[in-house]
């Protein structure tokens, strides 16, 4: 699964009509892993629902269904038993999932999806992202992005992100990157999907800001850089532990860190020199703010 915040996208519209429909319950922590799965075996796509994942897999033989997906090991909520399949008619998915996704404000930034852009009117102060999903994942909606960028935003308060050098680890659409960038920073993008990548490129064009962008992840950075921001998930945050604070001069913000595996997530990080210096939580999630080196003065 690439880096970012959960994935939550609707299918395209499959050819030849119908599709096959599975909806699984899931708690939210729980989404990152039982989604990866999903994909994993061919979903379309992935629609993250209050309580529930809802999965599209195109018509064809080799579709799973209730006796072929299995029980995957780790996930029990894909065990057969819990598996809720059904024939879904073809629907203008685009559409459906379009209308449930409205401007979100996270400190002084507003992110607006494209197509709701030439209604919407700045307030005074106001950072606002023009954003299109597209192929990736990051609408801002999530409470993991919300709190990265409310992070970044009290770093820009509080010191100015101008001129600073910043890497986003995981960037899906490139929210934060650009948000960082239309703040003067001198940002690198970087994520394990291709197709992020592209759309991290795409959304930095339509917002006007130059990016360095490439296909990877922590160790790609030739670092350290002054910030970096990683909005993961919980194991790679820890399996990441020592590139990230290794590409980090100053300040690394982390989030996708379920709630209950915060002590975990960030003793991987401090053991290898970070020092937690704020924590924010979120439904169920938690965005942390580390210093790395002796400076953690305004700037940090």
């Given at each position: 699964m690439?880096?970012?915040?959960?994935?939550?996208?609707p299918?395209?519209?499959p050819?030849?009509?119908s599709?096959h429909r599975?909806?699984?319950?899931?708690?939210a922590?729980r989404?990152?892993?039982?989604a990866a799965?999903?994909?994993?075996?061919?979903?379309t796509g992935?629609?993250?629902q209050?309580?529930a994942?809802?999965a599209?897999?195109?018509p064809?033989?080799?579709?799973?269904?209730?006796a072929t997906l299995?029980e995957?090991?780790?996930?029990?909520?894909?065990?057969?038993?819990?598996?809720?399949?059904s024939?879904?008619?073809?629907?203008d998915?685009?559409a459906?999932?379009?209308?449930?996704?409205?401007?979100?404000?996270?400190?002084?930034?507003v992110?607006?999806?494209?197509?709701l852009?030439?209604?919407?009117?700045?307030?005074?102060g106001e950072?606002?992202?023009?954003?299109?999903?597209?192929?990736a994942f990051?609408s801002?909606h999530?409470?993991?992005?919300?709190?990265?960028?409310?992070?970044?935003?009290?770093l820009e308060?509080?010191?100015?992100?101008?001129?600073?050098?910043?890497?986003?680890i995981g960037?899906?659409t490139?929210v934060l990157a650009?948000?960082?960038?239309?703040?003067?920073?001198?940002?690198?993008a970087?994520?394990?999907?291709?197709?992020?990548?592209?759309?991290?490129?795409e959304n930095?064009?339509?917002?006007?800001v130059?990016l360095?962008?490439g296909v990877?992840?922590?160790?790609?950075?030739?670092?350290?850089?002054?910030?970096v921001?990683?909005?993961l998930v919980?194991?790679?945050?820890?399996d990441?532990?020592?590139?990230?604070v290794a590409a980090?001069?100053?300040?690394?913000?982390?989030?996708g860190?379920?709630?209950?595996?915060?002590?975990?997530a960030?003793?991987?990080?401090?053991?290898?020199?970070?020092?937690?210096v704020?924590v924010r939580?979120?439904?169920?999630?938690?965005?942390?703010?580390?210093?790395?080196?002796?400076?953690d003065?305004a700037?940090?």
């Amino acid at each position: 699964m690439p880096d970012g915040e959960p994935r939550s996208v609707p299918p395209p519209a499959p050819a030849g009509g119908s599709a096959h429909r599975l909806e699984v319950e899931v708690r939210a922590d729980r989404a990152d892993e039982v989604a990866a799965a999903l994909w994993a075996r061919g979903a379309t796509g992935v629609w993250e629902q209050p309580g529930a994942l809802v999965a599209w897999f195109a018509p064809a033989a080799s579709t799973p269904s209730a006796a072929t997906l299995g029980e995957v090991p780790g996930v029990p909520e894909l065990a057969t038993p819990k598996q809720r399949w059904s024939l879904e008619p073809e629907r203008d998915w685009q559409a459906e999932w379009k209308r449930t996704i409205h401007p979100v404000q996270a400190g002084r930034v507003v992110v607006v999806p494209s197509w709701l852009a030439d209604a919407h009117e700045p307030a005074t102060g106001e950072l606002t992202l023009v954003l299109d999903p597209g192929r990736a994942f990051g609408s801002g909606h999530h409470a993991t992005t919300t709190l990265c960028l409310e992070l970044l935003d009290a770093l820009e308060v509080g010191g100015g992100l101008a001129g600073r050098t910043v890497a986003d680890i995981g960037c899906g659409t490139g929210v934060l990157a650009i948000a960082a960038a239309r703040w003067g920073a001198h940002v690198t993008a970087v994520d394990i999907d291709p197709d992020a990548v592209e759309v991290t490129r795409e959304n930095a064009a339509r917002n006007g800001v130059p990016l360095t962008t490439g296909v990877g992840s922590a160790p790609a950075i030739e670092g350290p850089v002054d910030v970096v921001v990683a909005n993961l998930v919980t194991d790679v945050v820890i399996d990441l532990a020592r590139a990230l604070v290794a590409a980090t001069g100053t300040t690394l913000i982390v989030s996708g860190i379920a709630r209950e595996r915060r002590d975990r997530a960030l003793d991987a990080l401090q053991a290898h020199g970070a020092r937690t210096v704020e924590v924010r939580e979120r439904d169920g999630w938690i965005a942390a703010r580390l210093v790395v080196g002796a400076d953690d003065g305004a700037r940090a």
